[in-house]
């Protein structure tokens, strides 16, 4: 089962919470995309790995995150023998998540070597990523480390020569968390950080060997065992063009620190498990990775790879909010009845839950470009498939982590009062929440990059517009005319996001833009999703979803109509139940 339900009457009337359940077993659109993307001997092997960790989150690691996101990081200056040794003190909780997340899954390796769960290859994005989702659910500090410890390795192996990557890659892909060296990302500075031509850090070649020297302002997983920063070499010109990657190790060979220093740690908003500090470099030796001169490509190859997993990680917080506020709606009794049979719960139901959908289907989608992208299996990289993957990472990165803010409020508020408590997981889902839209790019900055980038310099909107196309070819048993109205709502998503990406006046509405290009293509992923599902096991639920994102996002909406209550009461009984849904019946309220 993939949930437990506690009798209302044994908690006094007070709605129970997720404790007892499977987050794996109870997402069914989880387990339908990955039938979808990933191949079926692969999947047959990892379901018993997924199970397994969908029920840890909900149960030990939610528990574990719960405390060390209480209990917070502290750095100590000094050992007890009066020795400048820093350290940071974790509370035992959080060290139960790396051995988790490093050590029994090995989340971290997965798209790097052999042997994680017992498979002999590699995993493709799509399997890796679906560990990422679940682990995620329960803990969004921790997500960052891993996840820059995956991306780092990605930038060492495709940049790094073979002395670096040899010095480094078994350190950071073992699953010996004992031996493991975690990695860092020190990008940020005071004066760059969105505006990362602005970094004054500096590099220095001494007697054959690089000392760096300078400050980063925002440094997470501040006491990693390497750090993956960019510094400009003495002489390099201005801009982002005179940036240069270096791998930055926290300790020497002899194993006295590196020259430089933890200054204090930053107390943030959320992600409060995980220790963000500021550091100043005094002279640090540190080793480029890749050529001096491509600084910047190589960084933002990392720092892509960390815009779909962040992108995924609030994906995962939604899909906790939903798992919430399900657990609310099926267990509390309000004026007597049952919650789930008040109409105006149903609908605010429906609104948590819709953006937490369409959120999946993206991020499977890029995920699985990805793979394509990077010739996963021993296939030629796909230069469709890189095109759009460019367009596809920032869409997600950027509207998946704004709704993260809002739905992870709306299930505080579903359940009430005690939402509002500590003790339930609704704050630190919210805190969480409001990181993914800032880190690694801002809201801004994400969508600048979506439409005048992506778009507007390398025209990744033409094949993005063909593969949508494709799906919805591809949709049997929809009806044409939904597919019709899709594919219009498609190509003028394509045309307004081409005309903005040209006009550097219309700057402003490129957040706008990005937002209904993302809404028309997960409208028609999830019709895809749903012909697709129901032609594998019967179940056609997604096409309603996609019927949802078309009435709510792409519609014109008379701000003084009240909608057609008898027609939302059917989708949303028929998708808040726990009953397959007939093609027949989703393909007659699509129509409608």
Same mark, same amino acid.
């Given at each position: 089962?993939?949930?437990?339900?506690?009798?209302?009457?044994?908690?006094?009337?007070?709605?129970?919470?997720?404790?007892?359940?499977?987050?794996?077993?109870?997402?069914?659109?989880?387990?339908?995309?990955?039938?979808?993307?990933?191949?079926?001997?692969?999947?047959?092997h990892l379901r018993p790995h997924l199970s397994k960790l969908g029920s840890m989150v909900a149960n030990e690691l939610d528990i574990a995150a719960h405390l060390a996101d209480a209990h917070t990081p502290i750095l100590h200056q000094r050992d007890r023998f009066g020795r400048d040794?820093?350290?940071?003190?974790?509370?035992?909780?959080?060290?139960?998540?790396?051995?988790?997340?490093?050590?029994?899954?090995?989340?971290?390796?997965?798209?790097?070597?052999?042997?994680?769960?017992?498979?002999?290859?590699?995993?493709?994005?799509?399997?890796?990523?679906?560990?990422?989702?679940?682990?995620?659910?329960?803990?969004?500090?921790?997500?960052?480390?891993?996840?820059?410890?995956?991306?780092?390795?990605?930038?060492?192996?495709?940049?790094?020569?073979?002395?670096?990557?040899?010095?480094?890659?078994?350190?950071?892909?073992?699953?010996?968390?004992?031996?493991?060296?975690?990695?860092?990302?020190?990008?940020?500075?005071?004066?760059?950080?969105?505006?990362?031509?602005?970094?004054?850090?500096?590099?220095?070649?001494?007697?054959?060997?690089?000392?760096?020297?300078?400050?980063?302002?925002?440094?997470?997983?501040?006491?990693?065992?390497?750090?993956?920063?960019?510094?400009?070499?003495?002489?390099?010109?201005?801009?982002?063009?005179?940036?240069?990657?270096?791998?930055?190790?926290?300790?020497?060979?002899?194993?006295?620190?590196?020259?430089?220093?933890?200054?204090?740690?930053?107390?943030?908003?959320?992600?409060?498990?995980?220790?963000?500090?500021?550091?100043?470099?005094?002279?640090?030796?540190?080793?480029?990775?890749?050529?001096?001169?491509? !600084? #910047?490509?190589?960084?933002? %190859?990392? /720092? *892509?790879?960390?815009? @779909?997993?962040?992108?995924?990680?609030? $994906?995962?917080?939604?899909?906790?909010?939903?798992?919430?506020?399900?657990?609310?709606?099926?267990?509390?009794?309000?004026?007597?009845?049952?919650?789930?049979?008040?109409?105006?719960?149903?609908?605010?139901?429906?609104?948590?839950?819709?953006?937490?959908?369409?959120?999946?289907?993206?991020?499977?989608?890029?995920?699985?470009?990805?793979?394509?992208?990077?010739?996963?299996?021993?296939?030629?990289?796909?230069?469709?498939?890189?095109?759009?993957?460019?367009?596809?990472?920032?869409?997600?990165?950027?509207?998946?982590?704004?709704?993260?803010?809002?739905?992870?409020?709306?299930?505080?508020?579903?359940?009430? !009062? #005690?939402?509002?408590?500590? %003790?339930? /997981? *609704?704050?630190?889902? @919210?805190?969480?929440?409001?990181?993914? $839209?800032?880190?690694?790019?801002?809201?801004?900055?994400?969508?600048?990059?979506?439409?005048?980038?992506?778009?507007?310099?390398?025209?990744?909107?033409?094949?993005?517009?063909?593969?949508?196309?494709?799906?919805?070819?591809?949709?049997?048993?929809?009806?044409?005319?939904?597919?019709?109205?899709?594919?219009?709502?498609?190509?003028?998503?394509?045309?307004?996001?081409?005309?903005?990406?040209?006009?550097?006046?219309?700057?402003?509405?490129?957040?706008?833009?990005?937002?209904?290009?993302?809404?028309?293509?997960?409208?028609?992923?999830?019709?895809?999703?749903?012909?697709?599902?129901?032609?594998?096991?019967?179940?056609?639920?997604?096409?309603?979803?996609?019927?949802?994102?078309?009435?709510?996002?792409?519609?014109?909406?008379?701000?003084?109509?009240?909608?057609?209550?008898?027609?939302?009461?059917?989708?949303?009984?028929?998708?808040?139940?726990?009953?397959?849904?007939?093609?027949?019946?989703?393909?007659?309220?699509?129509?409608?």
């Amino acid at each position: 089962m993939g949930r437990t339900q506690t009798a209302v009457n044994d908690l006094k009337g007070v709605a129970p919470d997720t404790r007892g359940w499977n987050f794996f077993d109870a997402d069914k659109g989880l387990q339908d995309l990955l039938a979808l993307y990933v191949a079926p001997d692969l999947l047959a092997h990892l379901r018993p790995h997924l199970s397994k960790l969908g029920s840890m989150v909900a149960n030990e690691l939610d528990i574990a995150a719960h405390l060390a996101d209480a209990h917070t990081p502290i750095l100590h200056q000094r050992d007890r023998f009066g020795r400048d040794r820093q350290w940071i003190e974790y509370h035992p909780g959080y060290h139960e998540l790396e051995e988790a997340a490093y050590g029994t899954f090995g989340i971290h390796a997965m798209s790097h070597r052999s042997g994680i769960l017992d498979w002999p290859d590699p995993f493709p994005a799509t399997a890796k990523h679906a560990f990422t989702y679940l682990f995620n659910q329960a803990e969004f500090g921790l997500g960052c480390p891993i996840n820059v410890t995956d991306s780092g390795m990605h930038a060492i192996i495709k940049f790094g020569d073979d002395v670096i990557k040899d010095w480094l890659i078994p350190k950071m892909s073992t699953t010996d968390t004992a031996e493991l060296w975690q990695s860092g990302q020190y990008m940020t500075e005071k004066e760059g950080g969105s505006d990362v031509g602005s970094i004054t850090t500096t590099a220095r070649l001494v007697d054959g060997q690089w000392r760096v020297y300078g400050e980063k302002w925002f440094c997470s997983n501040a006491d990693a065992e390497i750090n993956l920063m960019l510094a400009r070499p003495e002489g390099a010109g201005d801009g982002t063009r005179g940036l240069s990657l270096f791998a930055l190790p926290r300790f020497l060979d002899d194993g006295s620190p590196n020259h430089y220093r933890i200054v204090r740690l930053k107390e943030k908003l959320g992600t409060r498990s995980m220790a963000s500090g500021e550091v100043i470099i005094d002279g640090a030796l540190a080793y480029p990775v890749g050529p001096l001169d491509r !600084g #910047i490509h190589q960084m933002l %190859e990392m /720092v *892509n790879w960390s815009r @779909l997993s962040n992108g995924i990680k609030s $994906s995962a917080l939604m899909r906790r909010a939903v798992h919430d506020s399900t657990a609310v709606m099926q267990g509390r009794i309000v004026f007597g009845v049952p919650l789930m049979e008040k109409p105006l719960a149903r609908r605010q139901m429906m609104k948590i839950q819709l953006p937490a959908e369409q959120s999946l289907s993206l991020w499977f989608f890029t995920a699985d470009v990805l793979d394509k992208a990077e010739g996963y299996g021993g296939r030629p990289p796909s230069q469709e498939a890189a095109a759009l993957l460019r367009l596809a990472t920032p869409t997600l990165k950027f509207r998946a982590t704004r709704d993260g803010r809002r739905v992870t409020g709306d299930a505080m508020e579903m359940r009430g !009062g #005690i939402g509002y408590v500590e %003790e339930f /997981v *609704n704050p630190r889902l @919210l805190r969480d929440a409001h990181c993914g $839209s800032i880190w690694e790019g801002t809201s801004n900055i994400v969508a600048l990059d979506a439409v005048t980038r992506a778009v507007g310099k390398h025209d990744c909107h033409a094949p993005f517009q063909a593969a949508l196309h494709a799906r919805l070819d591809e949709a049997e048993g929809v009806p044409a005319t939904y597919r019709d109205e899709l594919r219009g709502y498609i190509d003028r998503a394509i045309d307004t996001i081409a005309t903005v990406a040209q006009r550097p006046e219309d700057e402003a509405a490129c957040r706008q833009v990005t937002t209904t290009f993302y809404h028309a293509a997960t409208a028609a992923l999830m019709a895809w999703e749903g012909a697709q599902t129901h032609a594998r096991r019967g179940d056609a639920r997604r096409l309603l979803w996609s019927k949802l994102v078309v009435e709510h996002h792409l519609k014109p909406r008379d701000p003084y109509g009240v909608g057609d209550a008898a027609w939302e009461d059917e989708v949303s009984a028929l998708l808040l139940g726990d009953g397959d849904v007939a093609m027949t019946d989703a393909a007659r309220l699509v129509s409608g």
